[in-house]
């Protein structure tokens, strides 16, 4: 019988930071493989070769005053000093505005914008966290690092960029101490059933630096843990495989679900469907389905939802996570999430923390992605083409292209 209990349960043995490639990775993968063996399942462990990185302290200096900073994961160390230039939104950035300085802001930044610092001769980079989120965790681009592209850059609090703008200092120094070393990742899948077509049912365990991630995405790992629990009482057999898979280093930059997607390309025609779920566990918050597909699956998933009277906001798009590498491929993905609350408003700091998931901001995707699993597994034709129209299709590209993916 599903429990969203049991699901909260296994939240809570791994809440602690667990960044790809780290022991601490390794520690969350045994407690998974070890529900799964007690499931009755024979998980496998697929490694891949990582780029991460070792914590360091880093800070800030200005007017004769230091304050933490934390250095962007994958950065290495760095001591720079500079003219500040504030600019409002690094995409409308001029070269003259910021070569040779280091940029500071508060918008959101994406890593193309990096890549675009980095050609305009940046010295370094100051991004602002949100308002009582303490320091959020960002890293340079995977794709780009791997080629070379590094650039000095840190995160501070909003209360410290806040006294910086209002020093008008016309200097700051920046200083990291985090180092870039080569690592293993792990991929644990799982599979129920032995028919040829297959469900591909999907969800991160990694975090970034400094966060448990309860929500981001310790609530997606449980949930797909107990789903695979659940599915092993089920009578009768489905009608098409499920195949689980955990995958690590989705914070760095989608590498798991890359280096899988890339290593089964010939097996990947045999998907019908993958159910990826990322972000769960807000007590308080509103239930999202995200379709990388047509609107006829949309349509499907609506109806799942109104079946178990709970209330979806469903839209046909993108979603920022390890659907990416599987839709470039043409497979098309139901995205799950819940959000609204504290811990998704937490996500990538140290607030983002199982104190704050309950089982009732867990059970709604729980009882969904069971749902959905049991229609797709029964059903003796799929009640959707599997196809991704084209505008959708343009927009997987375009975020590879924006986020520096190696899926492009």
Not at 220 to 236: C, M, Y
Not at 384 to 398: T, Y
């Amino acid at each position: 019988m599903l429990s969203s209990k049991r699901a909260l349960e296994f939240l809570q043995s791994i809440d602690f930071e667990r960044t790809a490639g780290s022991p601490e990775e390794q520690k969350a993968m045994d407690l998974i493989l070890s529900a799964l063996r007690q499931a009755g399942y024979d998980p496998q462990v697929e490694e891949f070769d990582l780029l991460t990185f070792e914590r360091g302290d880093g800070w800030i200096e200005f007017e004769g005053q230091r304050h933490p900073a934390r250095p962007f994961s994958l950065t290495k160390p760095f001591d720079v000093e500079g003219k500040i230039a504030f600019v409002e939104s690094v995409k409308f950035a001029r070269e003259k505005d910021v070569k040779d300085k280091i940029v500071l802001t508060y918008s959101p930044i994406l890593p193309k914008e990096l890549l675009k610092l980095m050609s305009y001769g940046a010295k370094g980079f100051i991004r602002i966290s949100g308002p009582m989120r303490g320091i959020s965790t960002n890293h340079l681009p995977y794709k780009a690092v791997e080629m070379g592209k590094v650039l000095p850059a840190v995160s501070i609090s909003y209360e410290t960029g806040y006294k910086l703008f209002r020093s008008m200092a016309k200097f700051v120094r920046i200083h990291g101490e985090y180092k870039q070393k080569k690592s293993t990742g792990h991929n644990i899948v799982a599979v129920y059933g032995n028919r040829r077509h297959e469900i591909l049912v999907t969800a991160h365990y990694d975090t970034v630096a400094f966060s448990p991630g309860a929500s981001d995405n310790g609530g997606g790992t449980a949930v797909l843990v107990e789903l695979a629990r659940s599915l092993k009482s089920l009578r009768p057999s489905l009608n098409r495989k499920v195949r689980f898979i955990w995958f690590s280093g989705e914070e760095l930059g989608l590498v798991g679900s890359y280096e899988y997607a890339m290593k089964h390309e010939d097996m990947l025609g045999l998907i019908d469907i993958q159910i990826n779920i990322d972000v769960v566990g807000d007590t308080f918050g509103q239930n999202r389905a995200v379709i990388l597909g047509n609107y006829e699956l949309k349509r499907f998933v609506l109806k799942a939802a109104k079946e178990l009277q709970m209330s979806i906001s469903a839209s046909q798009g993108i979603y920022s996570s390890d659907c990416i590498p599987f839709g470039l491929r043409g497979i098309p993905s139901i995205n799950l999430a819940r959000v609204g609350g504290l811990p998704s408003a937490l996500g990538h700091t140290d607030g983002d923390r199982v104190a704050w998931i309950t089982e009732k901001g867990i059970e709604p995707v729980l009882k969904l992605a069971h749902n959905l699993i049991l229609k797709f597994g029964f059903a003796k034709k799929m009640p959707f083409k599997r196809e991704i129209p084209p505008r959708i299709r343009k927009k997987v590209l375009e975020y590879c292209r924006t986020k520096s993916l190696r899926c492009v």
